[in-house]
C-alpha cells in the first residue's frame, strides 16, 4: 500500500517524463469526460439509459458469466448506491490522474474500473472490445512507470528542502493559467445567455469527447476567481492564497453536487464541472504547504 502511496517520480530522460505525463493527463481527460452523464439521483435507472443501461448490458450481453450473475443479483437490485460508487471512482480517476496526485494509486483503480467497463459493455452491440483492453493497457502504463515526474502533484511532493516551493509554485501558477484560459472562453462562451442559466454552454464538445465542463456566467466567474488565486498564491508565495482557491473551488464543487438533478445548478455545471473545481483545489491544497516553506 505504501508503495501506491509514494511519488511515481523514478528518475529518467525528460522527454520520457514529459510523455508519461501526457499520456496521465490524457487518462485523466477521458475520466473527466465521461463523469458527465453518470447523473445522480437515479444514475438512469428511471428511464433505463445512461449508467443503468450501460450496466444492464452485462446481463444482455454477457462476456463474463459469473460477473453478469453479479450484475444481475447484487448490484441492479442496489443500484443507486452502485450509482454514487461508481461517480465518486471516476471523478477521483478524472482529478488524481489530472493533477499527478497518488499517480500509482489513480492507475490500480483506473485498470480496475477499466476491466469492469470492458466486463459491462464490450460484448454489446457497436461496441470494439480493443477501446477496453486499450483502457486497461494505459492504466498498467501508469502503474508501473514515473508518469508524476512532471506536472503532478507527486513532484511536488517529492521535493525537499529548497526544490520544494519552487516545485509547488510553478504547478500552482501552470494551474492557474490553464483555468484561467478556461474561464475566459467559458465566459464568452456565456455572454448573452441567462447568467444563472442551469445548464451552461460546454466547454468542449461530445464531437472529440473532451470537455472541461458547462459553466454558465456566474460559474465562468467562480472559475476566474479561482484561477486569479492560484496565479497570485503561487506568484507571492502566499499559503493563505493558494488555501481560499482550494476552498473555494471545493465549495463550488459540492453545491453543483448537491444541485444536480434536483434543481436549478446555481453555477450552471455538470459532473465534469464540478471535477474540474476538484482538481483546482486538489493542486491548491496540494501546493500549498510547500508555499509556506519559503516564507520560514
Given at each position: 500500500m505504501a508503495s501506491l502511496l509514494a511519488p511515481a517520480v523514478e528518475s529518467g530522460p525528460s522527454a520520457s517524463a514529459a510523455a508519461l505525463a501526457s499520456l496521465r493527463i490524457l487518462a485523466g481527460l477521458?475520466?473527466?469526460?465521461n463523469v458527465s452523464w453518470k447523473r445522480p439521483p437515479d444514475f438512469g435507472e428511471g428511464s433505463g439509459s445512461g449508467l443503468y443501461g450501460?450496466?444492464?448490458?452485462?446481463?444482455?450481453?454477457?462476456?463474463?458469466?459469473?460477473?453478469?450473475?453479479?450484475?444481475?443479483?447484487?448490484?441492479?437490485?442496489?443500484?443507486?448506491?452502485?450509482?454514487?460508487?461508481?461517480?465518486v471512482a471516476e471523478t477521483m480517476l478524472a482529478v488524481l490522474l489530472l493533477t499527478g496526485t497518488f499517480v500509482r494509486l489513480a492507475a490500480l483503480v483506473g485498470v480496475a474500473q477499466s476491466l469492469a467497463i470492458g466486463l459491462s459493455v464490450a460484448g454489446a452491440p457497436g461496441e470494439w472490445p480493443w477501446a477496453y483492453w486499450m483502457m486497461i493497457g494505459i492504466h498498467v502504463v501508469l502503474l508501473f512507470t514515473?508518469?508524476?515526474?512532471?506536472?503532478?502533484?507527486?513532484?511536488?511532493?517529492?521535493?525537499a528542502g529548497d526544490d520544494g516551493p519552487p516545485a509547488a509554485a510553478r504547478l500552482l501558477r501552470g494551474w492557474g493559467v490553464v483555468i484561467g484560459l478556461a474561464a475566459v472562453v467559458a465566459l464568452v462562451l456565456a455572454l448573452g445567455e441567462d447568467p444563472l442559466a442551469s445548464a451552461g454552454s460546454a466547454l468542449g464538445g461530445s464531437d472529440l469527447s473532451v470537455s472541461l465542463g458547462r459553466y454558465n456566467v456566474l460559474g465562468a466567474v467562480v472559475l476566474l476567481v479561482v484561477?486569479?488565486?492560484?496565479?497570485?498564491?503561487?506568484?507571492l508565495h502566499r499559503r493563505e492564497l493558494a488555501l481560499i482557491a482550494a476552498a473555494l473551488a471545493v465549495l463550488a464543487a459540492l453545491s453543483m453536487y448537491l444541485q444536480l438533478s434536483r434543481t436549478d445548478v446555481w453555477l450552471g455545471g455538470s459532473n465534469t464541472s464540478a471535477a474540474f473545481f476538484l482538481s483546482a483545489a486538489v493542486v491548491s491544497g496540494a501546493t500549498a504547504g510547500a508555499l509556506r516553506q519559503r516564507t520560514r
Open positions: 477521458l475520466w473527466l469526460y450501460f450496466t444492464r448490458d452485462a446481463v444482455e450481453y454477457p462476456v463474463f458469466p459469473p460477473y453478469s450473475w453479479l450484475v444481475e443479483h447484487v448490484v441492479l437490485p442496489n443500484f443507486t448506491a452502485f450509482g454514487w460508487s461508481v461517480l514515473a508518469s508524476g515526474r512532471a506536472a503532478a502533484v507527486d513532484a511536488v511532493r517529492a521535493q484561477a486569479a488565486l492560484m496565479v497570485v498564491g503561487a506568484s
